[in-house]
């Protein structure tokens, strides 16, 4: 018998039947609301693109115009609307967070209401370590098992693997669930024989056979895990609440002994903490989806979330990859609201545990971020809906426009311009630019300093800032090799270059110090570069450049001590850059833990 048909059943009873399609009307005064800080956070971004734009202008110029000189002034005008967005947030965030949470957006929940729905969570797979990622949806429904809602739930396996000894693992895996299981019927597994669509399409073939059968699905990534409690949380929430299509949850990062994860959902942790709640301040019912970890409203997800296969045969044509935006906009235009929680919860993910690896998943979503300039004009879309798609279009062409400027800075060296550069503006200009690009960090940061609880959690606030500074340090070190990585890739685009979207490493490894220079050697080309035109020919720029510079030349040497497991094993041993969840693992995760999933 095929694997594919050994233990999925097709959908077919209505047990806990979806509601009706139309969702509830917004509230009045929540919109009303809403136009106000929509109103609001544009002015403010307006505002402080224009007073940055002219200061730049005020610097350039101080010299004389050349064509050089103009093409730095644009490159630096593209870099702002992402800039000046990620610092609005985070002030925002912190404020909001301060006043105790937002109460015209709050969402209902009754923690102790019965469950009166059917719910799927489903885990979308492809070449992936079956033991390891399986085991995570395991972990969650035997949490729910153990909280007494299992009923409600039924666990799927959605497979795309193509390698069939991983595919014959996979189906043992499940099959030796089910037999050790006391709900085998509730446990499935489907391999599919092509991955048309990919992840997309995996979930939206799902959806077409379980309409009438979940009211709700939660889909969950490879590295995705959540608690009983969260799970229950989302689902009551979004009973209570028919107008929700989408309720995204915070995810954040797992307890890793490998120092670049650790450093980097550190900063992370506390950037999409401020971030976010700042963006929900204003986004309210057209926030976003990330593509797991959050519960979708199955029928109107099946019958108004279908995506649209773009012309053309290049990286950019076919089927959408960066799908989740996709479709949290065209639930929006269905009339359901897609909303966000802005508080940490029990709901986890895993973080690249190396640079390359982190690197190449940027890639993977600025290729499929970039197909949202075809989607940013479908028709029906909310104004904010568009927004988003736009957002998510910024965040990676920022890195090319940075590294046009630095290009243009040099050509400027031969521009024959009278005079140099106003260095006493350029030196302050410089500042509130850094100011600014970690301002979602340091807003984190400082909200966890001002309460000695969370301080607390942190292993107090001497180890806080420890890692907070060591996380700038790195991020710092780090901002210069992701922009020109993201900007090779985004040219390359332009001549028909692509990545394809395999398993990403999930478990601690190392970088050769061969892997690191294939790697990295065009930064570090350019560091060189840049240095020696910096210093014969202006030395007095080099202290602007510094952080960039610095960036570019420590690459290669920088990926391979951050993936050095001596040092892990050191951070992990003080404490430094430790989440809550180290020293005090929920319970879930420590169920985890006992199965021998993550590192003790």
């Known amino acids: 018998m095929p694997v594919q048909d050994v233990i999925e059943r097709p959908a077919t009873t209505a047990a806990g039947a979806p509601r009706s399609g139309e969702p509830a009307a917004p509230f009045a005064v929540a919109a009303r609301v809403l136009r106000r800080r929509r109103l609001a956070v544009l002015a403010l971004n307006a505002l402080t693109v224009a007073a940055m734009a002219v200061t730049m202008a005020e610097v350039l110029g101080h010299g004389g115009w050349t064509a050089p000189r103009v093409g730095m002034l644009v490159a630096f005008a593209v870099t702002l609307p992402w800039l000046s967005i990620g610092f609005w947030n985070a002030i925002i965030g912190t404020v909001v967070a301060a006043r105790g949470g937002d109460a015209v957006l709050a969402l209902p929940a009754d923690e102790g209401a019965p469950l009166a729905s059917r719910t799927a969570i489903v885990m979308a797979i492809r070449n992936e370590n079956p033991e390891r990622s399986i085991m995570r949806l395991r972990g969650i429904f035997e949490d729910l098992e153990a909280s007494g809602a299992a009923d409600h739930f039924d666990v799927h396996v959605l497979s795309d693997t193509d390698e069939p000894a991983i595919a014959a693992r996979e189906a043992a895996f499940v099959t030796a669930w089910q037999a050790t299981s006391p709900r085998p019927s509730q446990i499935f597994y489907r391999l599919r024989e092509t991955n048309e669509g990919y992840k997309a399409g995996n979930l939206r073939e799902f959806c077409e056979r379980s309409v009438g059968t979940y009211e709700f699905f939660l889909p969950l990534d490879a590295d995705s895990f959540l608690s009983a409690a969260m799970v229950l949380r989302l689902v009551r929430t979004m009973e209570a609440a028919p107008s929700l299509g989408i309720l995204q949850t915070l995810s954040v990062g797992t307890p890793s002994t490998a120092f670049f994860t650790r450093v980097f959902q550190f900063g992370m942790r506390h950037g999409m903490r401020a971030y976010t709640a700042g963006a929900a301040w204003w986004a309210g019912d057209c926030g976003p989806y990330w593509g797991h970890n959050a519960l979708i409203r199955l029928t109107p997800f099946a019958r108004d979330c279908v995506l649209p296969v773009l012309p053309g045969s290049g990286p950019l044509g076919g089927h959408v990859m960066s799908h989740d935006q996709v479709e949290a906009a065209l639930m929006r235009r269905a009339g359901y609201h897609v909303r966000v929680l802005t508080e940490e919860g029990e709901s986890w993910e895993e973080n690249p545990p190396t640079l390359p690896d982190f690197i190449r998943r940027e890639l993977r979503w600025c290729q499929g971020n970039m197909q949202y300039f075809q989607l940013i004009g479908l028709e029906g879309l909310k104004t904010m809906s568009r927004v988003q798609l736009a957002l998510a279009i910024l965040m990676y062409v920022g890195a090319p426009a940075w590294m046009l400027f630095l290009a243009f800075g040099a050509m400027s060296l031969f521009d024959g311009a009278a005079g140099g550069f106003a260095p006493g503006l350029g030196f302050g200009l410089c500042a509130v630019i850094l100011t600014m690009a970690f301002a979602p960090k340091l807003m984190g940061i400082a909200g966890v300093l001002a309460s000695r609880r969370e301080s607390a959690r942190y292993g107090g606030r001497a180890r806080l800032l420890a890692g907070g500074g060591v996380e700038l340090v790195m991020s710092t070190l780090m901002a210069p090799v992701v922009a020109m990585a993201v900007a090779v890739f985004v040219f390359g685009l332009l001549f028909g270059k692509r990545i394809d979207w395999r398993a990403q ?96």
Do not use: K
């Open 505 to 600: 490493p999930r478990g601690d490894r190392t970088v050769s110090w061969g892997e690191a220079a294939r790697s990295f050697w065009p930064q570090t080309a350019f560091g060189l570069a840049l240095l020696g035109l910096f210093g014969a020919m202006l030395p007095a720029v080099l202290p602007w450049a510094a952080p960039v510079l610095a960036g570019l030349l420590v690459a290669i040497p920088l990926a391979v001590v951050t993936a050095a497991p001596s040092l892990g094993r050191l951070s992990a041993a003080n404490g430094l850059c430790d989440i809550p969840e180290d020293p005090h693992p929920p319970t879930a995760l420590t169920r985890l833990e006992a199965m021998a999933l993550l590192p003790a």
